[in-house]
C-alpha cells in the first residue's frame, strides 16, 4: 500500500519533470504554429490563386496554378523594383561596408581619444527610425528650397558647380525625382554605417594582438597585416553584417516610402523609387491582388536565399 | 578585462612604435598629419551623425514661410518658442498626437516584456533541459530566423483580419513574444552563465520547477535581459510596416506611421512634422545619451553571439 503510494508520487514528479520543458518552450512553438508556420503555407497556398480579397477565398474556383508567378516574372514593374531594390543595395552596402570597416579601423587605434563618444556617434542612427529621419531628409532634399539645393547654389556662384565645371549640375534640382536611388541609398547609409562600424570594432577587439606582434616581429608591412591577418580573422564579422544588409536591403521598404512615397498607405511611389516590398505591399494592399502579392514575397524568398548563398560563398573561405 | 588589457597593450604598442617613427624621421609634421588623417575622418561623420537631429529641431521651431524661402533655414530664430508652439497647434489638429505617441509606448512596452517573459522561459526550457525531441525542436526554430518578415506579411494581415484584431495593438505585440532570436539568445546566455548544479541544488531543496526559473534563474540573467529588452523596445518603437498594414484608422496609428501620414504632395506642413518627430525622437536619444556605454555593450554581445 504504502510503497504504491510513492511509487505513483514518484511517477507523477517524473512526469512533472519531463513535461515541464514541453510547457517552457511550448509558447513558442504555439505562436510559431499561428503565427508563422500558418502564414507560410497559406502564402504559398495563396500563390496559386487569383484572389482579390473580397469573397471567400474559393480553392476550386480561384485557383490558377502558377500562373501568378508567370505574370509577376512578366510584369515589368516588377523588373523595375528588381533593378531598383538591386541597385539601392549596392549604392548602399558598398560604401556602408566599406566606410563601416575604415571608422572600426580608426577606433582601434591605441592613441585615438574619445572612444566611449565617438562609438555614441556611430551607434545613434541606430535607434531612430527611417521614418523620422527620412522626413528631414526630405526637407534637406527640397525643391527648390531645400538645403542640398542651397549648397549647390552657392557652390555655382563660385564657380565650383554649374555647367561645365566639376559639379555638372544646376540648380535648383528636384532630387528625389533626379537621384532617387541615391537619395534613399544615403538615408540607409546614415542609418548603417555606424552599426557596421561597431560590429566591425567588436571584431578587431576580438583579434588578440600577439598575433600582430608576430607578424611585426617577422617584418610585416602594415599591407600584409592587413590583408594576411586582419581581414581573415574579421570574415566571420563580415559575413554576419553583410548578410545583414543583404536581409534587410531586398526587403528594403521605410526608406522609399518615407522619401518618395505617397499619402498614408496608398504607396503612389515613382517607379524609380519601387522596391520589390513595395510591389509587395502595392499588390495586396492598393490593387487587393493578394495571390500575385503572396508569389512576390516567395519570389523574394528565394532571392534572399540565393544572395545569402551567394555572399557565404564569397566571405566564408573553407580552409 | 581582457579586452580593455588588450587594447591597453596595443597603445602601448603602438605608441611605442611612433615614437621609434619619429626618431627615425624627426618629423613631427607628418606626425600630426597622420593624428589628423585619423580624426577628420570621425569628426565630419559627428557632423553628419548629427546634422538631421539640430535640423530636426530648426525646422520645427519655423513658420511655413520661414522654412520655404532661400536661403533656408539654418539655426534658430528669437521667435523659436511661438513658432514651435504654431506647430505644436497645427499637429495636433491633423492627427490625435498624444494618442499615436501612447500607442506606440503601448506596444513597445508590451511588447518587449512579453517577451522578455516568454523567450527567457522558452531559453531557458532549451538551455536547462534534455528532452526527446528538443534538438529537431531547437533546429526548426534557428531555420525561423532565416524566413524574412516579409514573406508572411499578407497572411499575418488576414489571420488578424479573421481574428479581429485590425486596429488592435495586440496584433502587433501578440506574434512576436516568443520570437526564436530571442530564445536562442537567452538559451546561449543561460547555458554559458548558470550551472546547471545550481537547478538541481534547488529541485533538492523542494523548489517547483517553475519558481527555479523565475525566482533563481530569471534574477541572474538580467544582463542579456537588459541588452534583449532595449533592442526588442527598439524594433517595436521603428517599426513601420507591421503597424501600417493593420492600424486603418487614424486613432490607432503609431507614431511612424502618423508622422508619415502627414506628407502629403504639396504643401507638406514640415513644420508639424517636426514638432512631432522632435517630441518622439529626442526622448529615446537622451536615454541613449545616458546610457549609450552600456547599450552599445550589450548590443555587440548579441551580435558577437548571433
Redesign the interface.
Known sequence: MNTKVTSEGINWGTFRRKATPYVFVAPFFISFLIFSTFPIFYSFVLSLNSWDGSRPLNYVENFVGLNNYVNVLKDPLFWQSFVNTVAMAIITAIPQHFLGLFFAFILNQGFVKLKEFFKGVLFLPYITSSIAIGLVFNVLYGNPYGLLNYALASLEKLGIAGPGTLIPLTSPINWIREFTWVAIASLAIWRWTGWNAIIYFAGLQAIPDNLYEAARIDGANWAQVFFKITLPLLRPMILFATTMTIIGQVQLFDDPMVIVGGVGAMPTVSNRGMTLAIYLYANAFSWARFGIAAAVSWIVFFIIVFLSIINRRVFQKKD | MA?QT??????????LE?KGSLKRRTNPIKAMLK?ML??L??II??L???Y?FW??IV?SAKSQAQ??????P?SLDSDFFVQFTNNYRSLLSKIPFWQNLWNSIYIACMSTLLSIF??S??G???A??N?RG?NI?FSI?IF?L??????????????MKAFGWLNTARAIY???????FG?FLMKQYIEASIPIDLVDAARVDGAG??SI?WKIVFPLITPVIGSFGIMTF?GS??N??GP??IM?SRETYT??VA???L???QN?D?GA??VG?VI??FP??LV??LM??L??SK??EG??K?
Do not use: H
Open positions: 579586452v588588450d587594447s591597453k597593450a596595443q597603445a602601448r604598442i603602438l605608441s611612433t593624428i585619423l580624426y575622418p570621425l561623420w559627428t553628419i551623425t548629427i538631421p535640423y530636426m525646422v522654412i520655404f524661402t532661400f536661403p533656408p539654418m516568454f523567450c522561459l522558452g531557458y526550457g532549451f536547462m533541459y528532452f528538443k525542436m526554430m525561423t532565416m524566413i524574412p518578415q516579409l514573406i508572411g506579411i499578407i497572411p499575418y494581415f488576414l489571420l501578440i506574434p512576436g513574444i516568443a520570437n526564436a530564445i520547477e517553475f526559473f527598439l518603437w521603428n513601420f510596416l501600417l498594414v486603418r507614431i511612424p508622422l508619415n501620414s506628407r502629403g504632395l507638406v514640415y512634422i517636426m518627430t518622439s525622437v529615446l536619444v541613449f545619451i549609450s556605454k547599450i552599445i548590443m555587440t551580435a558577437l548571433g
